[in-house]
């Protein structure tokens, strides 16, 4: 038994496909979240012993398929292109918005589908307010009234799932067209391929689908050329805005006609006062702006003050863990591979782990809230000028916690042009692995004082670093959008969620996965391209290295105390480092960060872990110090400082430009299908990254900083 979930976005599907289900599907407050199917089994029908599977499609507006969750809804409710045909669709619609969520209902009911309406979300409208009896008798199908937040109705929604599958309900509603249009819509049905034929109803239903859908340029697969063809010639003949507006008109004057009944009486006023009056403020284009940068500043300085205890204590363990081992192991190049490699390269990274935990938690709370979809809101202004809409903001937002998911997140935009060029700007946004360089060089280069007297400099520096991903990336858009990818801009169609109370249990939810993911790249990942950086610096060992190893010390500070002060040069790393110099001495680096650029390559917070052994291998200092003491009390052999806060700068404009993800622009080739696309993604950040360092060292410079 198949049963598909569709609806709206942003209606609770997925919260109660989890109900049914009992799995722990991820659960946002904001468009788009549904951008896979999700299978499961519903649990009443699995301890009867009757199999079942139960499928939780894409969120859309409607079955136009114009996008690729519309396509994807479309062929899950109609069995096409391989897709399995369902037993049973459930529609769910938002209890808040019902006559608008209706438009959906009214078109699967077009299609004679086995159906079942569940209006969600019923805690939330004033008691009795909607007459679910009525509205299945309207339909011909069951209609149930629920709330997935709070399970009220969802055991009645599984017997209700049970008892339809085996007589499946056929809804009767449908609009009246105009017969000149059922005249076109009988010709377009003519053209279909045998395969896609059922009945009269079924068929009319998909020639409307056909009249508005199928365009000239647009990129709809499995469309054969003859029904293409068809298609147009209509469109030729009688304007194809003009069909559009015919169908989309019949199906709301329907809806407008019934409405009274929906609600018993007459549709309520009702309206969500809370949200309209900070909507008032929150979409300001002024207010809401200056807001948004406040929470935003709020945010990041958190990020400082509040896990900077726990950052400490992280320190303080790992290098009490190495002492430990340098004190049980005799020396020789394993110990140091133990205490150097594994232990204080996995240690300068997972030392960040406070700071990531509260960005994932301001973030979850965020998107619960509904705050996310309003930003996207307030952007659309901008995003449409360079050639996108407000929803492309979407991804780009999620790239603030990682690039990967939010290239992924790309698939809700409805055309290949726009996601193609999301995808181009997208690893321009300030992601979480780039905090660890940020975090590291601000501590280590800028003094944490206040500017005049209030606004904190630490704070405002990683507020800047954000603020210029975020300028740079829409810059981008919009030379991109106008050279390498060009194309027109379509509207921005997007539902502003009520503001609800966080689900804490689905931000812990979603902190802990990012924090398993993060500590599991840094116990995989990270540790394996720190070993191998460590051997790239530890050798080959010179005599005077290898004599110093023999030797036995009493502690590791000794031996370290011992080494030649120029044997990481010698090394392969330092080699690599040295050959690289000349490129990036304009920029205000040395062949040491040359090192951790090089190894930052295969994942960005591996540039700490490599700087962690180029000082704790190289220098004649105390290895248990912090890295940002060791990075703040560098110095040249004329005793001049070699990090300043220009070269931090430098170096932090150099990160959040360059392309330093192997798993970025692998995702990339996975969603072109193309490696065309990634190798450009490359150059032109590599380009982008070294011209404005340049830029800002060489004036600084300058300028006299």
Not at 109 to 126: H, K, Q, S, T, Y
Not at 177 to 202: G, K, M, Q, T
Request: glycine residues 8%.
């Amino acid at each position: 038994m198949h049963v598909v979930v569709v609806g709206n976005p942003n209606v609770g599907k997925t919260t109660l496909f989890n109900r049914l289900t009992g799995q722990n599907a991820r659960v946002g407050n904001y468009p788009g979240i549904t951008v896979e199917r999700k299978v499961g089994t519903v649990k009443q029908l699995a301890a009867q012993g009757v199999p079942n599977e139960i499928v939780d499609v894409p969120g859309c507006y409607s079955l136009s398929s114009r996008s690729p969750e519309e396509q994807i809804a479309l062929k899950s409710v109609l069995g096409m292109d391989g897709f399995q045909v369902p037993d049973l669709v459930v529609c769910v619609v938002d209890a808040g918005q019902l006559t608008r969520n209706l438009y959906l209902a009214l078109q699967l009911a077009e299609f004679r589908v086995p159906l079942v309406i569940v209006i969600n979300m019923i805690d939330e409208v004033p008691e009795k307010t909607i007459d679910a009896s009525e509205i299945s008798e309207i339909f011909g199908v069951p209609c149930l009234p629920v709330s997935a937040r709070t399970g009220l109705g969802v055991d009645a929604l599984r017997a209700s799932i049970a008892a339809a599958l085996k007589t499946p309900p056929r809804p009767r509603l449908a609009p009246k067209y105009d017969s000149e249009l059922i005249r076109h819509v009988d010709r377009v049905a003519e053209a279909f391929p045998a395969a896609w034929r059922r009945n009269v109803e079924h068929d009319r239903a998909l020639g409307l689908w056909a009249l508005t859908s199928v365009e000239a340029d647009d990129e709809l697969e499995g469309i054969p050329s003859e029904l293409r063809e068809r298609v147009l010639e209509v469109h030729r003949e009688t304007s194809g805005t003009t069909i559009d507006e015919a169908v989309i008109t019949a199906r709301y004057a329907l809806l407008d006609d019934l409405e009274p009944r929906f609600y018993g009486k007459v549709p309520p006023k009702h309206e969500r006062l809370a949200t309209k009056r900070i909507d008032q403020v929150l979409l300001h284009p002024v207010f809401g702006f200056a807001i948004f940068i406040a929470i935003m500043l709020l945010v990041f300085q958190s990020l400082f003050a509040w896990s900077d205890p726990a950052i400490s204590l992280i320190e303080t363990a790992f290098g009490a863990l190495a002492t430990f081992v340098t004190e049980l192991l005799p020396p020789s190049w394993f110990r140091d591979l133990v205490t150097e490699g594994v232990i204080g390269g996995v240690g300068n990274v997972v030392v960040f782990l406070p700071q990531i935990l509260l960005l994932f938690l301001f973030i979850g709370v965020l998107e619960d809230s509904g705050y996310m979809a309003r930003v996207a809101y307030l952007m659309d202004r901008v995003m449409r000028v360079l050639g996108l809409h407000g929803r492309a903001f979407v991804p780009m937002l999620s790239g603030f916690a990682c690039a990967v998911p939010a290239i992924l997140a790309t698939r809700t935009m409805e055309r290949q042009r726009d996601r193609l060029l999301t995808m181009l700007v997208v690893p321009l946004m300030t992601c979480s692995a780039r905090l660890p360089v940020y975090t590291l060089i601000i501590a280590a280069l800028f003094p944490p004082t206040d500017l005049f007297g209030a606004l904190p400099v630490q704070g405002l520096l990683m507020v800047g670093m954000y603020l210029f991903s975020l300028l740079v990336s829409l810059i981008a858009a919009w030379v991109l959008g106008r050279t390498v990818v060009k194309g027109k801009s379509v509207p921005l169609i997007l539902e502003l969620p009520p503001y609800r109370l966080p689900r804490i249990s689905t931000t812990l939810r979603m902190m802990w996965q990012r924090s398993s993911l993060f500590l599991k790249e840094a116990g995989s990942v990270i540790m394996v391209c720190t070993i191998v950086l460590w051997a790239l610096l530890s050798f080959p060992k010179s005599a005077d290295v290898a004599s110093a190893a023999a030797s036995p010390s009493p502690s590791h500070q000794i031996e370290s105390a011992d080494l030649h002060p120029t044997a990481i040069e010698r090394s392969y790393g330092g080699q690599l480092g040295k050959l690289l110099e000349p490129a990036i001495e304009p920029l205000g680096f040395d062949w040491k960060i040359g090192v951790g650029i090089i190894g930052a390559f295969a994942a960005r917070e591996v540039f700490v872990s490599t700087m962690g052994l180029v000082y704790g291998i190289g220098d004649m200092g105390d290895d248990d110090a912090p890295l940002r003491d060791q990075i703040r009390s560098a110095t040249r052999p004329d005793g001049s400082p070699v990090y300043s806060p220009l070269t931090g700068l430098s170096l932090m404009v150099f990160f959040a430009l360059a392309c330093q993800c192997v798993s970025t622009l692998s995702v990339v080739r996975r969603e072109t299908r193309s490696w065309r696309w990634p190798a450009f993604l490359f150059g032109y950040m590599t380009i982008l990254a070294y011209a404005a360092s340049f830029l800002v060292y060489q004036g600084g410079t300058l300028l006299g900083f």
